[in-house]
């Protein structure tokens, strides 16, 4: 009859004026809005779209306790969950009140919509940006076509087998000249009580931690760093020759697209120019990383004196031109909305339509605790549980058939998160990482390191094989895979202090 909101619901007071009538149990009223073809979610004192235009409408004290309790839509969050918490997710709850279980293959009595848009999706077809944004939506039995859909894609693509790489990271400074807001890991060069020490490593360093990786059965060490003021292009090719000298066959995966730039700069050179000496040098392949949001709007706050949207597409799709394959990111939850996922997802597939130099794609959820954004009262705290796994979906699903390969960062999500989103769509569990430091700086709880032997164990856990691949997911050697079960996990080893100087080495 027009209802759309049922006013305040506070199971733990007394209704003083109408204690004839008590509070209704609050998977009562679920199940009773359901049965009205109605999904009940919570909402916050005010609605969606006073929060997303809080400046005007709301009182500065108010805002950054409204950001902490609002999803991205600005309805109140459905979880007390965040990225990096080692507490497992709370299921999410569908309409009915049940615990949402992927392993149920739920999805019967889903809107018309949504089915019409999971059946163009798996066709292949594309999805536009109100398409897209309409799965990141989903809730109740939508939510659970949205993943089963996905699931099922996932299987037809990739079968059962989960990949995951054994590799190091290898974070060579923290010192840089840009102000992301999101960033806890960078340092001035003397904000000594900022979040640690400042640090930059030498080329000696760098090379005892790939022999280290090497020795426990590492294919790849995963190296970036802040943009130090005194790097120039001769410091990231110097970097490479360090590692290939020390361990011929280790792969290379490094240097955002920012570095890229950075470096070809410094050296006047064009960037397909500088890739070129990046390859020479021994550079295999580049991360997809500092792309954030690929949309302006959000990268004019997020990170203003950084690449631009198109500065970013035009980086990694010269990469691509010079025969380098790279990965994609998304790092999403903190003040951005499911228009600019859609964005991002959108010009991620036409640029792997263009190139096909997408390895994978990786969602990264914001992790909050120590985020400079965060401390200001600037953004939410991270995702949803429900938004983390439908972004592993959606992506599935949007990005079909162009990219194959969704991954799961289990550093962001944990072991639980990381079961749940290999049944929604995700199929790769990315690397053991050894030394993952950016995102422990941001305050994840998760560790720095996942052994092969439990990457394994996590994926029988849910009834799928495991596989350890290579950067570009082909298979590892026997001696390679020998190598890296039984070795020591890095907090096993007594280290000694790492060298550090005021800047890397550029000789040799």
């Not at 997809?288 to 997020?302: K, Q, S, Y």
């Not at 959606?394 to 991954?407: D, E, F, G, K």
Request: aromatic content about 6%; hydrophobic content about 40%; overall charge neutral.
């Amino acid at each position: 009859a027009g209802i759309n909101d049922w006013g305040g619901v506070s199971p733990v007071t007394v209704d003083h004026v109408n204690p004839e009538a008590p509070w209704p149990h609050l998977d009562a009223l679920r199940r009773e809005t359901a049965a009205a073809g109605k999904i009940l979610v919570a909402r916050l004192p005010v609605y969606p779209g006073y929060v997303a235009d809080n400046a005007r409408w709301q009182d500065k004290a108010v805002i950054p306790r409204l950001l902490q309790a609002s999803d991205s839509t600005g309805w109140g969050r459905d979880d007390s969950w965040a990225p990096g918490l080692t507490a497992a997710p709370t299921n999410i709850l569908a309409p009915t009140g049940r615990g949402w279980d992927p392993r149920k293959r739920e999805g019967e009595g889903a809107s018309p919509q949504i089915r019409d848009l999971i059946a163009k999706a798996e066709s292949g077809q594309g999805l536009d940006e109100r398409e897209i944004e309409t799965l990141f939506a989903a809730r109740g039995v939508d939510f659970e076509a949205v993943t089963w859909a996905a699931d099922r894609l996932r299987a037809r693509v990739n079968g059962d087998i989960v990949t995951y790489a054994v590799n190091r990271n290898i974070n060579y400074t923290n010192i840089c000249s840009y102000k992301c807001r999101f960033c806890a890991f960078s340092k001035g060069k003397t904000h000594e009580a900022l979040r640690g020490v400042p640090y930059d490593l030498d080329l000696e360093e760098v090379q005892r931690r790939a022999v280290e990786a090497w020795d426990r059965g590492a294919t790849e060490v995963c190296m970036q760093g802040g943009i130090h003021p005194d790097y120039t292009g001769e410091t990231y090719i110097a970097l490479c020759r360090a590692v290939k000298q020390a361990v011929p066959g280790m792969h290379i995966h490094a240097f955002s697209s920012l570095e890229i730039q950075q470096g070809a700069a410094t050296l006047g050179l064009p960037v397909a120019d500088y890739l070129i000496r990046l390859k020479e040098a021994g550079l295999g392949t580049l991360p997809g990383t500092a792309a954030e949001i690929l949309d302006d709007e959000i990268r004019d706050v997020l990170c203003h004196d950084k690449l631009s949207t198109q500065q970013w597409l035009d980086t990694i799709e010269t990469a691509h031109n010079v025969g380098f394959r790279t990965t994609a990111t998304i790092m999403f939850g903190h003040i951005e909305g499911p228009r600019h996922w859609a964005r991002h997802l959108l010009r991620i597939r036409a640029l792997q339509a263009r190139t096909g130099g997408f390895t994978e794609f990786v969602p990264l959820p914001f992790v909050h605790m120590e985020a400079p954004m965060y401390l200001k009262g600037m953004a939410r705290k991270g995702p949803t549980f429900r938004e983390t796994v439908l972004m592993h979906a959606v992506a599935r699903l949007a990005l079909h058939p162009v990219l194959t390969n969704i991954q799961v960062s289990w550093v962001k999500l944990g072991r639980e998160g990381v079961r749940l989103c290999l049944n929604a769509g995700a199929n790769d569990l990315g690397g053991t990482l050894m030394n993952e430091s950016i995102s422990r700086a941001a305050g994840t709880e998760h560790g720095q390191e996942l052994p092969p032997e439990d990457m394994e164990a996590l994926i029988r856990s849910i009834g799928r094989v495991p596989r350890q691949r290579n950067t570009i997911y082909g298979d590892v050697s026997d001696e390679r895979r020998a190598a890296g079960f039984g070795a020591k996990t890095l907090s096993e080893i007594v280290l000694t202090p790492p060298k550090a100087r005021a800047k890397v080495a550029v000789a040799g």
